[in-house]
């Protein structure tokens, strides 16, 4: 099956400094890969995704780069506030088959 | 648009009880819910795969005896835990899958939280 190893576990930043969370996984038939905020307590919440036909993707402060050939996919946020803080999973996809969640990320803004 | 509402959002029972908890998609048809379980500071399992209509798919390890799903309709979602006991504590968070199109993605429910004393 599918093996998605997302780093790092926690993240800390200073507000306003740029965040990357990476992601690899194993099956290259995957082409879907989203990415979610999760915050204490709640469901997690999607932000952003990608196609296997694109390499980025950029939705204001956050963006999505994909590497198919490495199998590497990132996440990066720009400017980051205090309520960017929550956990963040990366998830991979064949479509309409199930989704394989990351380990997730603790990131942390610091004000 | 694409809202997903799970009932209820907390809930405590006692060991040996069941508990049912539903799981809506308020604002569109999902053919496609899924069922996953998430300990503190982990990851998302999957559990389940709820087809509206035919039996849900489990996956490996999930006792479908145990975690009964009802998928009666293309907005409703139903897992109930029976015979609960404390190691079925847990976050239980559902997802569904727009009905029809292109479309593959999830949109996640609240979740709910299940203590079983």
């Known amino acids: 099956g599918e093996n998605v190893e997302q780093h790092p576990s926690t993240l800390s930043v200073q507000e306003g400094d740029s965040a990357v969370i990476k992601c690899t996984y194993s099956?290259?038939?995957?082409?879907?890969f989203p990415w979610y905020k999760q915050e204490l307590g709640k469901g997690p919440q999607l932000i952003i995704d990608?196609?296997?036909?694109?390499g980025e993707k950029k939705d204001q402060r956050i963006a999505v780069t994909l590497n198919k050939t490495a199998k590497h996919f990132s996440l990066h946020i720009t400017e980051t506030q205090p309520e960017d803080s929550a956990v963040y999973f990366c998830?991979?996809?064949?479509?309409?088959?199930?989704?394989?969640f990351g380990t997730g990320t603790k990131l942390q803004v610091i004000p | 648009g694409a809202v997903v509402s799970q009932h209820p959002s907390r809930v405590i029972c006692k060991s040996g009880t069941s508990v049912k908890i539903e799981c809506r998609s308020l604002?569109?048809?999902?053919?496609?819910m899924f069922w996953y379980r998430q300990f503190p500071k982990q990851s998302l399992m999957l559990m389940a795969t709820?087809?509206?209509?035919?039996?849900?798919?489990?996956e490996q390890g999930v006792e479908k005896d145990k975690f009964l799903i009802n998928h009666a309709s293309l907005t409703l979602s139903t897992l109930t835990v029976t015979s609960a006991h404390p190691e079925d504590s847990s976050f239980y968070i559902c997802?569904?899958?727009?009905?029809?199109?292109?479309?593959?993605?999830?949109?996640f429910g609240p979740g709910t939280r299940l203590t079983v004393l």
């Open positions: 997802s569904a899958r727009i009905a029809g199109g292109a479309a593959v993605e999830q949109f």
């Open positions: 099956d290259s038939a995957s082409n879907y």
């Open positions: 990608i196609r296997s036909n694109v």
């Open positions: 998830a991979v996809s064949g479509g309409y088959q199930k989704v394989t």
């Open positions: 604002d569109f048809q999902a053919t496609t």
């Open positions: 709820s087809n509206e209509g035919s039996k849900a798919t489990y």
